[in-house]
């Protein structure tokens, strides 16, 4: 079958829409997982076929613990997708890390709780090597194009993930900061973890909105602030996004395509068929269609 979508865009917080995506049309896709954050716009950009999906829904109303991850990922996998660019606000954990800095992590720190985190199970055991989360060669091309667009970029440094949708007490924050971490969001788990699951190439570029409440700031830091921060940073992340496609190739030289072989442990013929059925779409390869 020929692809759909070749690269796609998950938008975090203020970036609901990719702008320049031509003859861009919403698909629904109809998913095991039930339905996708938002439909899927799939269109053209710089010469390949983009997919874009708005993390927290159309209108921002999937709070971080209920975005539909497996759906999202399966969506993007059954499209023919092989890389995806995730985008999130996060707040710093280090002073270096100013606002409006973009961070491409190069790993996490799981906060999260009760996340359906896998699409193992039901009869079916895999363990994927997770030690680098993600795709190196996706997270260069968006540090070079964040770099090329004028942005303060880091390269590396760890992403936390908390459950939220409560920021982090004064306690929490000191204790990630103590632990070295650079930024605090709430999504890029289960996200990077099913991505990986499915094949998918995945990285993640993350914008400063301010500084955590480790920070003792001379003065209150106002809504005002932080928004106008949010408005600049979307407007780097879309120019950045557009950079990063028109420079990566669709094909990656990067392992990231063949991390289920060999981490399946359970024998093909001892998987419940619904199970199976359920995991074609990542399996098959693996298994063969019988
Ligand atoms: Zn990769």
């Known amino acids: 079958m020929a692809s759909t979508a070749d690269i796609a865009v998950i938008g975090g917080s203020g970036f609901y829409d990719l702008e320049g995506l031509r003859d861009a049309r919403p698909l629904e896709v109809d998913t095991p997982f039930g339905a996708t954050s938002s439909p899927i716009l799939v269109g053209e950009l710089h010469g390949k076929r983009v997919a874009f999906i708005a993390r927290h829904g159309e209108g921002h109303r999937i709070l971080p613990a ?20 995730a985008v999130s606000a996060v707040g710093s954990l280090q002073q270096q890390y100013h606002p409006l800095d973009a961070v491409v992590p190069d790993q996490l720190l799981d906060r999260t709780r009760g996340r359906a ?20 060669e996706t997270r260069e091309a968006l540090a070079a194009a964040s770099e090329a667009a004028g942005v303060t970029t880091h390269r590396g440094g760890t992403l936390v993930v908390i459950e939220g949708p409560a920021f982090s007490t ?79 190739p669709i094909e990656g030289a990067c392992a990231c395509g063949d991390a289920l072989n060999g981490a399946v442990i359970t024998a093909p013929d001892a998987v419940p068929p619904a199970t199976r059925q359920r995991l074609a779409f990542m399996l098959d390869r693996y298994w063969g269609v019988q």
């Open 170 to 248: 004064r306690a929490e924050s000191r204790l990630y900061q103590s632990w070295g971490a650079a930024v605090i969001g709430m999504t890029a788990l289960p996200e990077a973890k099913l991505a990986r699951e499915a094949e998918l190439c995945y990285a993640s570029i993350c914008y400063v909105t301010d500084y955590d409440v480790w920070h003792d700031q001379e003065e209150d830091v106002g809504v005002e602030l932080v928004v106008e921060n949010m408005r600049r940073n979307i407007q780097h992340a879309r120019d950045t996004v557009s950079r990063t496609i028109a420079a990566l």
């Open 66 to 85: 209920e975005v539909p991850s497996r759906a999202n990922l399966w969506a993007l996998k059954h499209l023919g997708v092989r890389r995806v660019l």
């Open 117 to 136: 985190a896998t699409y193992f199970g039901d009869g079916v055991v895999a363990h994927i090597g997770f030690a680098d989360p993600f795709c190196d």
